[in-house]
């Protein structure tokens, strides 16, 4: 019932799509009443998805497994949490989780633009429409991925979530993942209608700007949150593997970060739009590319999703995405061209094409890396594959000269700087960077690593760099305004969120690289076995395996290890353990099959500001499987009943007989024993307590990785602050806002530049050159809105709020 | 200087420096790259030359024995026959016999010897049907 009708909403939200797609191209000249059908069609389609989403978690929760995508990633024991979170590990699931949150996102955008951008608008929400109603289709048409296929007659019981998944990170990871890759869509629809409308300004990325940034920082935080989850879950110990799969979230993240900084630069001075374009259109075909990587089969990867029905259209669509977009931007050639140019190599947009060039260059590298194989076989007929080292080698100086220039950047004012200007600027920065490099060549062994020596150096600078940008930032405000200087910073932050939000995200980066280089090149890393009462000592700690544990609940068996730690003149105690994950799906299994199933490491951790201490322990349980397997054999004897039975046997027998005979005993029989069989594996497993049995620990002393966390989040409270949105001012009528828009545009650069100066980022002179040519240009667009023809003109006053 | 040449200047030292680059970038993927083989391919490989195995673990074929582990793979697709596997040291956590392996290391004798820290255990699908 709930299926018919999930499939009905379904079905009807691909028509919706379908509709609204259609109805904006035919209100493409303006008509109102198309206009507003086709926004509100996808306001509608909104609805209906997330009636979809509703109901498949509804039949999650409660446990109706007739649903097949039910039976096949959820069980009865399933913890609740993670049957909300076993929708996405399934192919339909995410499939779904991708046309809603596109449904959002466009609804949003919509919402936000119903009363601008007359002419983009309606070819935004074509490209919109049709992405929705593509992700839509494809469940409904592809074959085996709708998410509403039933089973008839229903399982009593369903597979179970892969225990592997069930970790807090994997609810959060995938949707922001997912998200992130959505929320392009925004911008690349709103850049696809400009060029089509052929209204090549600044105002589709004033638009869409938001949704770009939203859609980086969901993005980053999926990555942060897969990364956290490999080092704590998997029990390897890394975080990043360069595996195709990680690539494939990681590019258009690169190229997300460049858009990012370039578009800024179209914003402020009109150029870079042929780039910009090109950046938007990548970034959307490498999230669709990622979407198609994990549902393909076609690179080898860890994370092993199969071949399926669906790889062959988003490949299509990608297609269609890449060469009508080329196409497009080709046939606007001379509409794009910016009669600009950059005016001197030390300026801010300046330092922005090459930031641009090395993140582009990153993202080649490794778009290079990952397709390796498929490359190698169309030119020498082997799948070659190209490993972890390779990619280190090219992207480490890459991020090296990156984390450079994320604090070269915000030293430097838009335009131009005058050398003096910019040698005060840099003094400080420069002076701490080589104080920092004299210090860890002296007292630490980072001069065995040179990159990531590089790293450390230059990531100071960027940090002295930004520190000095906020204080200087803070001063200024307190010299015009007073107050104290904690006040004054809090007050210049919140009054230039997008300028101080992205420093705060440079100093995370530069923060989150830090950490990445020092735990990479300076990990220990052992692997010892010991025997209960055994110690080894690893990189100045003495570990002690003190006793086995086993504990036993109905999802799993856990073998545990107490660890004793000394450290210096402190202790502690950590916990490490590995759990083997019960055989599901019904049906009486083996003894042996309790210790043969998914096994998870819980890892021990003791996270310091200094490093952490890792700890996953693989018990040798071999002795233990034996005795599973003899029991196997005991178990076997006691049903067949021959003679000779012993007796505690007798009562099984009789009951396998009893139900031989009469098949409405089965189930009651199966239950008995299963519950026999688990508590016999208990036992068994219990034995390994006395039996003093050997343990593999594999211990990592993690130097500094605990600030690759902190650094992630600091970037993300930094885009945070980037986003959120300014005070109102006014409201204004409908028709005036696009220049509203443009006016405040100008108005914020006339105080950035007086906050630069104030800072003493610009010189005297440079200010007066530059405040009289942005006070130009703001007359000429207030001589815009007040029609040229009555020759009016306003004086353009003092921006509206001091810096 | 006037600017025009100025700014042709730079580009073609910009070009020159991404084309030089780019073609270190490719000579040394060639190079680094290790082949791809699946064990029924791996079977009589000539020993000495390291390459990736990619295959799946035989059930009930995983002997641990203190550090070392000895199994058998075979083709992805469960066909051909199965190669002999020699790894030392700790496996991924997804590890078991069902599982696909990535594991890089040469034919000695003919067993596969892999080398340490090398052995990558696909995650279980999230997109096809349990069947581990």
Redesign the interface.
């Given at each position: 019932m709930t299926a018919s009708l999930g499939s009905a909403a379904l079905a009807l939200a691909f028509a919706t799509t379908v509709f609204a797609a259609a109805a904006a191209l035919a209100g493409r000249n303006g008509d109102e009443r198309w206009l507003l059908a086709s926004r509100r069609a996808v306001y509608g389609a909104c609805g209906l998805l997330t009636l979809c989403v509703v109901l498949i978690e509804a039949a999650f929760l409660g446990d109706d497994f007739s649903f097949h995508i039910v039976e096949q990633h959820s069980s009865i024991e399933t913890p609740t949490f993670y049957k909300l979170a076993a929708m996405w590990s399934s192919q339909e699931g995410s499939l779904l989780l991708w046309a809603w949150v596109l449904s959002i996102a466009s609804s949003l955008a919509l919402y936000a633009t119903r009363n601008r951008l007359r002419e983009i608008v309606p070819y935004a929400t074509a490209v919109m429409a049709g992405v929705a109603s593509f992700f839509t289709g494809l469940m409904l048409f592809a074959g085996g991925v709708n998410p509403f296929a039933t089973l008839d007659p229903a399982p009593a019981d369903g597979v179970g979530l892969n225990p592997l998944l069930q970790h807090p990170s994997m609810m959060i990871h995938p949707p922001m993942l997912y998200s992130g890759y959505v929320a392009f869509t925004i911008p690349f629809a709103f850049a696809i209608g400009a060029l089509v409308a052929r209204r090549l300004d600044a105002s589709w990325i004033r638009a869409t700007r938001r949704f770009a940034l939203i859609a980086w920082a969901f993005l980053g935080f999926g990555l942060l949150l897969g990364a956290r989850w490999s080092y704590t879950e998997l029990g390897w110990g890394g975080y990043w593997a360069w595996d195709p799969v990680e690539n494939a979230a990681l590019m258009p993240w690169l190229i997300g970060t460049a858009f990012l900084h370039s578009i800024m630069v179209q914003e402020k001075r009109g150029m870079l739009k042929v780039w910009n374009a090109c950046l938007i259109v990548a970034t959307f075909s490498l999230a669709l590319l990622g979407t198609f990587l994990v549902r393909s089969g076609v690179l080898q990867s860890i994370h092993a999703f199969g071949d399926s029905t669906v790889g062959p259209y988003i490949l299509g669509l990608i297609g269609v995405v890449l060469i009508g977009s080329t196409a497009l931007i080709v046939s606007r050639l001379d509409d794009l061209r910016s009669p600009k140019r950059i005016d001197s190599l030390a300026s801010r947009e300046a330092v922005f094409v090459v930031n641009n060039l090395l993140l582009v260059g990153l993202c080649a590298t490794i778009f290079w890396g990952t397709f390796f194989p498929l490359i190698s076989e169309l030119f020498t007929g082997t799948k070659s594959s190209l490993a972890a080292p390779w990619f280190d080698r090219y992207t480490t100086p890459l991020a090296i000269l990156l984390v450079l220039f994320t604090g070269i950047g915000p030293l430097l004012a838009w335009r131009r700087v005058s050398w003096a200007t910019a040698k005060r600027v840099f003094v400080v920065p420069a002076a701490a960077a080589a104080a920092l490099a004299l210090v860890l060549v002296l007292f630490t062994d980072a001069a065995q690593e040179p990159w990531a020596l590089a790293l450390f150096v230059f990531a100071g600078f960027s940090l002295v760099g930004l520190a000095q940008e906020l204080w200087r930032g803070a001063a200024a405000r307190r010299s015009l305004s007073g107050g104290s200087m904690p006040a004054a910073l809090v007050a210049v932050v919140s009054r230039n969120r997008r300028r101080y939000g992205g420093y705060i995200v440079h100093a995370g980066v530069a923060v989150l690289l830090i950490g990445i280089a020092a735990s990479s090149s300076f990990q220990t890393k052992r692997d010892v076995e010991l025997r209960p009462g055994g110690s080894a000592t690893i990189d100045g700690r003495a570990v002690t395996y003190v006793r086995p544990t086993v504990a036993a609940d109905p999802q799993k068996l856990t073998f545990g290890a107490v660890l004793a730690v000394r450290q210096g003149s402190g202790s502690y105690v950590l916990r490490p353990s590995r759990r083997f994950y019960r055989p599901t799906g019904g049906g009486a299994g083996t003894i042996a099959s309790f210790f043969e199933g998914e096994a998870t490491s819980e890892v021990g951790l003791r996270a310091g500001a200094g490093s952490d201490l890792w700890v996953a322990p693989q018990p040798d349980i071999a002795a233990v499987q034996r005795r599973a397997r003899a029991a196997d054999r005991g178990f076997r004897a006691c049903v067949s009943g021959a003679p000779g039975t012993p007796a505690q046997c007798r009562a099984v027998s009789r009951l396998m007989r009893a139900a031989a005979a009469n098949p409405a005993l089965r189930p009651i029989a199966l239950r008995q024993i299963e519950a026999l069989q688990a508590a016999t594996a208990e036992r068994i497993a219990h034995s390994f307590l006395a039996e003093d049995a050997p343990v593999t620990f594999r211990v990592i002393v993690n130097p500094l990785v605990t600030w690759m966390w902190i650094g992630g989040l600091i970037a993300l409270a930094g885009a945070l602050i980037a986003l959120w949105p300014a005070r109102r001012g006014r409201r204004l009528p409908a028709g005036d806002l696009e220049l509203e828009a443009l006016k405040e545009a100008k108005y914020r650069e006339i105080r950035d530049a007086e906050l630069d100066h104030a800072a003493g980022k610009l010189s005297d002179e440079d200010f007066a050159l530059l405040d009289a040519e942005l006070r130009k240009e703001a007359v000429e667009i207030l001589d815009l809105g007040n029609g040229a023809a009555n020759g009016h003109r306003e004086v353009v006053e003092r921006p509206t709020e001091p810096v | 200087m006037d600017?025009q040449r100025k700014r042709k200047i730079r580009l073609v030292v910009a070009l020159s420096a991404?084309v030089l680059?780019a073609a270190g970038?490719?000579y040394?993927?060639?190079t680094?790259?290790?082949?791809?083989k699946e064990p029924s391919q791996l079977i009589d490989a000539a020993p000495g030359k390291s390459y990736?195995m990619?295959g799946k673990v035989v059930r009930g074929s995983v002997r641990?024995n203190?550090?070392s582990l000895r199994f058998r793979v075979v083709d992805r697709d469960g066909s051909g026959p199965s190669l002999p596997v020699a790894y030392s040291?700790?496996?991924?956590?997804?590890f078991?016999?069902g599982r696909?392996i990535?594991l890089?290391g040469e034919v000695e004798d003919g067993v596969f010897v892999g080398e340490p820290d090398?052995l990558?255990?696909?995650?279980?699908?999230?997109?096809?049907?349990?069947d581990?």
């Open positions: - | 600017p991404a680059l970038l490719v040394t993927s060639f680094a790259s290790s082949e791809a990736d990619t641990r203190g550090d040291g700790t496996v991924p956590d997804p078991r016999g696909e990535v890089t090398t990558v255990t696909k995650c279980p699908s999230k997109f096809t049907t349990n581990g």
